[in-house]
């Protein structure tokens, strides 16, 4: 037999018996803003919801890896989750600002890791991946406010001087 003859064979060899195997996506799905304005020195408690509903959904376990944005985000009941077949879990998430942020934007990302096996059902392969999730803390440098502080004070300080010369003006003619 020649070479091309044996690959062709082996070729259709492999795709009958994928054709008895039957392959699905197991998988969860990820929601949250993409962006969340913050002043600094504020903080933004909320939530990120993981769906665990795209068929055939099972009970996964996950490691939530923050690979961008370490410094900003915490979450309180840890970093690692199980999510029920067909569950829709909200998990509490904390994001704070330094008083001091020379940044405009500051970019976080999220890896959701599986780190149960997922089970395997007869003539059945569940493949489940990772998933990234990444969103933008906008800094709000609030510099009209500072502004307006900064107006205020002078305005401030011309009426005292005003106010310091009409009086001594007036304790003058007195006298």
Known sequence: MNKTKTILISAFLIVINLSFVEFTSA???????????LNPGESYEGSISLQNALDPAEDITLDIIVQQGQNYIEFPNGKQVT????????????????????QDTIKVQL?????????????????VLALGKSFDIEVIHD???QTFAIVALVILAIIAVVLIKFLLKTVKKKN
């Open 143 to 145: 510099s009209n406010t």
């Open 27 to 37: 998988g969860f799905g990820v929601s949250f803003p993409g962006k969340i304005p």
């Open 83 to 102: 999510i029920k077949a067909g569950e829709v879990l909200n998990i509490p998430v904390k994001i704070t600002l330094p008083k001091k942020v020379n």
């Open 111 to 127: 890896l959701f890791q599986p780190i149960s096996e997922s089970t395997r059902q007869e003539g059945t392969i569940n493949i």
